[in-house]
């Protein structure tokens, strides 16, 4: 026997982790890095798509949700819950493991993760706590409601209206305090009626937010005897979805009169907004960020498939050259080129190495990222538009003094445009041009996203190049005429009105994010309209379907 053992079971570890209320933006970095290090992960329903983003590929999660059929009623939807939590997490903490227990909110203010908790300290096993943005803190912020008061007063009451007893409806209501409460939607009615009854005034403001942090976010204005009509004029009660969760902000200084005014989230140009982005996730990761950023929800689907090259010899003598000192530049046109060439050396048992003393241009900051990735820092990325004519504005023409070797390797898609090329050579250069992948049309999107684009459920539509445009209406038939079409410039445009739609946006130079931006800048003027007219906000795909829209003539 080894008298160095120990006598007792080694335990594993169990972060208890916060996810805050919804947006995965309010992770901590604690967070990420304890989810990055997770063996198991075991998370409430509402915040695992959330945390899973940043968890292993190859963490544990355990079955562990069900739908909760004793407190199901009629006419709401099924609410997943957790089962037999703490079993399962003492039971992998038990064999050795790293165990992320993610909560929604924050785990000492939302939840009963203390149990949890509890029973880890009792069996000895060690714990950690991360905090979280809680909800009742988050969804305010979010909503425009501060809880402290221009006075710097933060007189705050936090009340689970499920579990409030009649004392603690007394207490509130005979205060002055700020009330945030966490209740449903079909009961924030009576909760609003109950602080009425004790004492409240009928006229005190209040805030009522449903989806808080997300893109799905809604919020009302009312006061307590108000909120049924308000709530019934918006048409929100009775509702199939009244047992969602919702955060109300009670009292005269919660800020609630001045939310026009602090509404900073539920104002973004492009709030809500459903945006079709023709490309890949992987084409279109800083796009979709740059959307998100506007408040819209980017969905990426792919129009176009890469495949090899039909004849692979071209591309195989250009890269043996690489290696043997052919070339003086190789000039990157796409993530996909990277891909390709990073393909063809792991292929022939090379890795990042072989660049050494070979110059590297990227055409934009994502090639530029994916050649990072392979180990490889580009010489030469564009100083003003990411495109081939910027590459070209800041490639040094051919001096044989300083270039010992006058030749370019250029590794791009069979469909590219010459305008490369044709600059390099104008420098003095000689180019291979060599195929280095084939674009052909994509598969076509899952049924309900073909419905979407037809049917009018996406509010706006990015075309980045004629090809997308084709390719789209191919695979997926035409856009509603509700949804906003906006194009990279006025070959699209011309493109997308040959196929019978009318472009609502033009970018005004050939670059994806000034495409964005100038969407935002559409939703924006869209917005500013509706206010100004005295109308609802709404998004577009919220319009009554009508005919396809048709080109104008």
């Given at each position: 026997?080894?008298?160095?053992?120990?006598?007792?079971?080694?335990?594993?570890?169990?972060?208890?982790?916060?996810?805050?209320?919804?947006?995965?933006?309010?992770?901590?970095?604690?967070?990420?890095?304890?989810?990055?290090?997770?063996?198991?992960?075991?998370?409430?329903?509402?915040?695992?798509?959330?945390v899973r983003a940043h968890a292993r590929a190859h963490v544990d999660?355990?079955?562990?949700?069900?739908?909760?059929?004793?407190?199901?009623?009629?006419?709401?939807?099924?609410?997943?819950?957790?089962?037999?939590?703490?079993?399962?997490?003492?039971?992998?903490?038990?064999?050795?493991?790293?165990?992320?227990?993610?909560?929604?909110?924050?785990?000492?203010?939302?939840?009963?993760?203390?149990?949890?908790?509890?029973?880890?300290?009792?069996?000895?096993?060690?714990?950690?706590?991360?905090?979280?943005?809680?909800?009742?803190?988050?969804?305010?912020?979010?909503?425009?409601?501060?809880?402290?008061?221009?006075?710097?007063?933060?007189?705050?009451?936090?009340?689970?209206?499920?579990?409030?007893?009649?004392?603690?409806?007394?207490?509130?209501?005979?205060?002055?305090?700020?009330?945030?409460?966490?209740?449903?939607?079909?009961?924030?009615?009576?909760?609003?009626?109950?602080?009425?009854?004790?004492?409240?005034?009928?006229?005190?403001?209040?805030?009522?937010?449903?989806?808080?942090?997300?893109?799905?976010?809604?919020?009302?204005?009312?006061?307590?005897?108000?909120?049924?009509?308000?709530?019934?004029?918006?048409?929100?009660?009775?509702?199939?979805?009244?047992?969602?969760?919702?955060?109300?902000?009670?009292?005269?200084?919660?800020?609630?009169?001045?939310?026009?005014?602090?509404?900073?989230?539920?104002?973004?140009?492009?709030?809500?907004?459903?945006?079709?982005?023709?490309?890949?996730?992987?084409?279109?990761?800083?796009?979709?960020?740059?959307?998100?950023?506007?408040?819209?929800?980017?969905?990426?689907?792919?129009?176009?498939?890469?495949?090899p090259p039909r004849t692979p010899q071209q591309m195989e003598r250009a890269v043996k050259g690489l290696?043997?000192?052919?070339?003086?530049?190789?000039?990157?046109?796409?993530?996909?080129?990277?891909?390709?060439?990073?393909?063809?050396?792991?292929?022939?048992?090379?890795?990042?190495?072989?660049?050494?003393?070979?110059?590297?241009?990227?055409?934009?900051?994502?090639?530029?990222?994916?050649?990072?990735?392979?180990?490889?820092?580009?010489?030469?990325?564009?100083?003003?538009?990411?495109?081939?004519?910027?590459?070209?504005?800041?490639?040094?023409?051919?001096?044989?003094?300083?270039?010992?070797?006058?030749?370019?390797?250029?590794?791009?898609?069979?469909?590219?445009?010459?305008?490369?090329?044709?600059?390099?050579?104008?420098?003095?250069?000689?180019?291979?041009?060599?195929?280095?992948?084939?674009?052909?049309?994509?598969?076509?999107?899952?049924?309900?996203?073909?419905?979407?684009?037809?049917?009018?459920?996406?509010?706006?539509?990015?075309?980045?190049?004629?090809?997308?445009?084709?390719?789209?209406?191919?695979?997926?038939?035409?856009?509603?005429?509700?949804?906003?079409?906006?194009?990279?410039?006025?070959?699209?445009?011309?493109?997308?009105?040959?196929?019978?739609?009318?472009?609502?946006?033009?970018?005004?130079?050939?670059?994806?994010?000034?495409?964005?931006?100038?969407?935002?800048?559409?939703?924006?003027?869209?917005?500013?309209?509706?206010?100004?007219?005295?109308?609802?906000?709404?998004?577009?795909?919220?319009?009554?379907?009508?005919?396809?829209?048709?080109?104008?003539?």
């Open positions: 026997m080894n008298p160095t053992a120990p006598n007792h079971p080694v335990h594993g570890h169990v972060t208890f982790l916060g996810a805050g209320p919804g947006d995965p933006g309010l992770l901590t970095l604690r967070a990420v890095e304890a989810l990055a290090a997770a063996d198991v992960l075991i998370a409430d329903p509402q915040v695992l798509d959330v999660m355990p079955a562990q949700t069900v739908t909760d059929e004793s407190s199901k009623t009629v006419g709401t939807p099924e609410v997943p819950v957790l089962r037999d939590t703490a079993n399962l997490v003492m039971t992998a903490a038990r064999g050795g493991r790293r165990v992320v227990r993610a909560v929604l909110g924050d785990p000492g203010l939302d939840g009963n993760a203390a149990d949890e908790m509890l029973a880890c300290a009792t069996e000895g096993i060690t714990f950690e706590v991360v905090p979280g943005v809680a909800t009742a803190v988050g969804v305010p912020a979010y909503a425009g409601v501060p809880l402290r008061d221009g006075k710097g007063r933060a007189d705050v009451r936090f009340v689970d209206a499920r579990t409030a007893s009649a004392t603690c409806w007394a207490e509130v209501g005979a205060s002055e305090v700020t009330a945030v409460v966490s209740t449903t939607l079909d009961s924030v009615v009576a909760a609003a009626a109950e602080l009425v009854s004790a004492g409240r005034k009928p006229d005190t403001p209040m805030t009522v937010t449903v989806a808080g942090t997300t893109t799905r976010q809604r919020t009302w204005t009312a006061t307590l005897g108000s909120l049924a009509q308000v709530l019934k004029a918006a048409k929100v009660l009775p509702s199939p979805d009244g047992g969602q969760p919702v955060i109300a902000v009670v009292g005269e200084r919660s800020a609630a009169a001045q939310r026009d005014q602090l509404s900073w989230f539920e104002s973004k140009p492009l709030f809500g907004w459903n945006v079709l982005v023709p490309r890949t996730k992987e084409q279109a990761a800083s796009l979709s960020d740059q959307l998100r950023s506007y408040g819209a929800v980017p969905s990426e689907v792919p129009t176009i498939a890469v495949e290696v043997t000192g052919r070339y003086e530049w190789i000039a990157f046109t796409s993530v996909n080129a990277v891909k390709a060439v990073r393909e063809k050396f792991e292929e022939y048992g090379l890795d990042a190495r072989a660049f050494a003393g070979i110059k590297v241009a990227a055409v934009g900051e994502q090639t530029a990222r994916s050649l990072i990735e392979f180990g490889v820092k580009p010489d030469l990325v564009p100083s003003g538009e990411q495109s081939a004519a910027g590459l070209l504005e800041d490639w040094p023409p051919y001096d044989p003094v300083f270039d010992p070797i006058d030749r370019v390797f250029l590794p791009r898609a069979d469909i590219a445009t010459e305008t490369l090329v044709a600059g390099l050579i104008e420098l003095g250069w000689e180019v291979d041009d060599v195929t280095a992948y084939r674009t052909v049309r994509a598969s076509p999107p899952p049924a309900e996203t073909r419905e979407a684009i037809k049917g009018g459920g996406f509010d706006a539509v990015l075309f980045t190049s004629s090809s997308t445009v084709r390719n789209l209406v191919g695979i997926a038939g035409k856009p509603h005429n509700v949804t906003v079409i906006a194009c990279i410039g006025p070959a699209t445009a011309k493109t997308a009105e040959e196929h019978g739609l009318r472009v609502d946006v033009l970018s005004p130079e050939p670059s994806v994010h000034k495409l964005a931006e100038a969407l935002a800048d559409f939703g924006a003027a869209r917005r500013d309209a509706a206010l100004e007219a005295g109308d609802p906000v709404t998004r577009p795909s919220e319009r009554r379907p009508g005919s396809r829209r048709r080109a104008r003539s």
